[in-house]
Structures are given as structure tokens and as C-alpha cells.
């Protein structure tokens, strides 16, 4: 085996150790403020209490259900604890297809790696990850437009219709997580 390809296997070694310390962390993250906030209004009228929300606070349309779903609802500590994983394996899923789409070959190591690098230049990892009610809100929507711009990079601009209406989709989803993405993606767009 050539030095290339142990270095390759040992730095996709040392990424996956990573993830799995920061799941293993997961487990300790505790509710803060909002998170209570959220979880007390998910048990009244939730479709009623999503929409007020939408049209009265925040105008999102997709990362509400999700805030006002809350874990603490249906799994207590546990399941917010859980929803801190999920996050992780999401991102990672993500961050490996977008650099499918754009790379291809080493998708795998690269994903991995560029998500740890990532994670470890959080700001503040328990607001960038553990943190349910943030975390949810942000990441998986910029990840959602990422995500489309790179099927748009590989399949082209001028593709089937499929392909676009399933872009569109993504890049709706992605605007209804919070008010950066479809600025973000309007500027993108733009130049």
C-alpha cells in the first residue's frame, strides 16, 4: 500500500474518531432558554402555534415545525440529546455529497475532513451544534443551498427539467429553514 493511500486512511481514521467524540459529547448538551420556550408553545395547537409564528416573528416556514417539535415533547433529555447527532450524521451526509457533486473521486475523505475542520472552527460549538433550537435553524439550510448549487455545478444550468425542479425544491426548503438563506442565495444567484 502506498503512502498516499495510509495517509488517506489515517486521516479518514482520525475525521470519523473526531465525529464520534462529538457525538459522544452530544450526549452531555442540556436545553437552554429557547429551546424551553419552544417546547412549552409545542404543546398547545402545534399547525396554529407554527403559523402565528411564521406570519407573527420569524417568517420561516420549515425550521418552526422543527423548533416547535420540540425533543423535550416527545423524548425529554434524551431525545434533545439524540437531535444533536442526528445533526452531526446530517451535516456529514451533506458536506459528503456536496463534494461529490463538485469533486467526485475522494468525496468520502474530503467531507469528512473539511466537517471536522469545520466543526473545530465553530465559534462556540455548544450555540453551532448542540445547541437544538440554533442549530437546527441554521446549519441544515445553508447546507440545503450548498447542497443545490453543487447539483447545479455538476449537472449544469442548462439540465433536464427534472433536475431543476428538484434543485428549486431543495432551494425552497433551504430559504423556509431561516431569513440568511434566501439572501444568501439571491446574491449568489446575482453574480
Wanted: hydrophobic share 55%.
Amino acid at each position: 500500500m502506498s503512502f498516499e493511500k495510509k495517509l488517506n486512511y489515517f486521516i479518514f481514521g482520525i475525521s470519523i474518531f473526531i465525529l464520534v467524540l462529538y457525538c459522544i459529547a452530544g450526549l452531555y448538551c442540556h436545553p437552554s432558554g429557547d429551546d424551553f420556550t419552544y417546547a412549552l408553545l409545542g404543546k398547545s395547537n402545534f399547525v396554529e402555534i407554527v403559523l402565528a409564528e411564521r406570519e407573527r416573528w420569524n417568517g420561516r416556514y420549515i425550521s418552526n415545525f422543527l423548533v416547535i417539535a420540540s425533543p423535550l415533547n416527545w423524548g425529554g433529555f434524551l431525545g434533545y440529546q439524540f437531535m444533536s447527532i442526528c445533526l452531526i450524521i446530517f451535516c456529514l451526509v451533506l458536506y459528503i455529497f456536496i463534494f461529490n457533486n463538485i469533486l467526485g473521486k475522494g468525496s468520502l475523505l474530503i467531507g469528512c475532513s473539511a466537517f471536522v475542520i469545520n466543526l473545530s472552527i465553530l465559534p462556540d460549538i455548544t450555540e453551532g451544534i448542540y445547541w437544538y433550537t440554533g442549530a437546527w435553524t441554521y446549519i441544515p439550510g445553508i447546507l440545503l443551498l450548498i447542497s443545490g448549487l453543487s447539483i447545479l455545478l455538476k449537472k449544469g444550468i442548462k439540465s433536464n427539467l427534472s433536475v431543476l425542479l428538484f434543485t428549486s425544491l431543495i432551494f425552497i426548503l433551504a430559504c423556509g429553514f431561516n431569513e440568511l438563506v434566501p439572501l444568501l442565495g439571491f446574491f449568489i444567484f446575482l453574480v
